[in-house]
Antibody, heavy 120, light 110 residues
Framework: EVQLLESGGGLVQPGGSLRLSCAASGFTFSSFAMSWVRQAPGKGLEWVSAISGSGDSTYYADSVKGRFTISRDNSKNTVYVQMNSLRAEDTAVYYC?????????????WGKGTTVTVSS | QSALTQPASVSGSPGQSITISCTGTSSDVGGYNYVSWYQQHPGKAPKLMIYDVSNRPSGVSNRFSGSKSGNTASLTISGLQAEDEADYYCNSYTSSSTLVFGGGTKLTVL
C-alpha cells in the first residue's frame, strides 16, 4: 500500500523558515515525481512545487519561487520542501503527493497533510 | 498562473447527473490533455478521480467521467449518491511547466 506521511509543520514567525518532510513507502520512490500542494484555511487547493524522480528537475508556483526549495533523498524515500521568508499567506495545510509527470501529469496519491501557521 | 475557473457550487438530487466545468486558456486546459480532477471531503486529503482528461484510476466508480472541449474541461457524475457530496477541484498542466488548480466546486446532493 502506498503511504505518504508529512511532518515538520508548526508555528513560525513571519520571515522565518521551516522544512517539511514527506516519507514515502509502498512504491518505487525514485520512479515517481513528487509534489507539494497547500490549502489555506477555508480556501482551495494550490499547487506549490514538484520534483522529478531523479531530483534533476524542479518546478515552482510563482507565489513561492525564490523562497521555497524542493528536494528529495531517494535513499531515504523522502521529499522535502525548505520554506524561507515565510509570510502570513503561507499559512496552510501542506500535502505531499505521489506525482506522475513524464507520461501524464497528475497527483495519484496524497498524504494527510501537515499544518503550517505563520504568525507573530 | 491564474487559477482555472469553476462554478462555486452545483447541486443535484440522488440518481441525477451533474456536470462541473473547468475553464482555462490555450496555455493550460486547451493546450494539453493533462487535466485531472480531485474529490475532497471535509477534513480529508484530496483523492484523484480523473486523470489526463478522461481516464479513471482503478477503484474509482464508473459514474465519474471526464471530457474536454477547447479550453473547457468537464467532470460528469451520473447516478448521484449522497457520498458524492464533496468539493471538487480540476487541475491542469501549463505552458510554464507548472500545475494549476481551479477554485473548487462544492457539490451538494439534495
Amino acid at each position: 500500500e502506498v503511504q505518504l506521511l508529512e511532518s515538520g509543520g508548526g508555528l513560525v514567525q513571519p520571515g522565518g523558515s521551516l522544512r517539511l518532510s514527506c516519507a514515502a513507502s509502498g512504491f518505487t520512490f525514485s520512479s515517481f515525481a513528487m509534489s507539494w500542494v497547500r490549502q489555506a484555511p477555508g480556501k482551495g487547493l494550490e499547487w506549490v512545487s514538484a520534483i522529478s524522480g531523479s531530483g534533476d528537475s524542479t518546478y515552482y508556483a510563482d507565489s513561492v519561487k525564490g523562497r521555497f526549495t524542493i528536494s528529495r533523498d531517494n535513499s531515504k524515500n523522502t521529499v522535502y520542501v525548505q520554506m524561507n521568508s515565510l509570510r502570513a499567506e503561507d499559512t496552510a495545510v501542506y500535502y505531499c503527493a505521489k506525482t506522475v509527470w513524464v507520461v501524464g501529469k497528475y497527483m495519484g496519491v496524497w498524504g494527510k497533510g501537515t499544518t503550517v501557521t505563520v504568525s507573530s | 498562473q491564474s487559477a482555472l475557473t469553476q462554478p462555486a457550487s452545483v447541486s443535484g438530487s440522488p440518481g441525477q447527473s451533474i456536470t462541473i466545468s473547468c475553464t482555462g486558456t490555450s496555455s493550460d486546459v486547451g493546450g494539453y490533455n493533462y487535466v485531472s480532477w480531485y474529490q475532497q471531503h471535509p477534513g480529508k486529503a484530496p483523492k484523484l478521480m480523473i486523470y489526463d482528461v478522461s481516464n479513471r484510476p482503478s477503484g474509482v466508480s464508473n459514474r465519474f467521467s471526464g471530457s474536454k472541449s477547447g479550453n473547457t474541461a468537464s467532470l460528469t457524475i451520473s447516478g448521484l449518491q449522497a457520498e458524492d457530496e464533496a468539493d471538487y477541484y480540476c487541475n491542469s498542466y501549463t505552458s510554464s511547466s507548472t500545475l494549476v488548480f481551479g477554485g473548487g466546486t462544492k457539490l451538494t446532493v439534495l
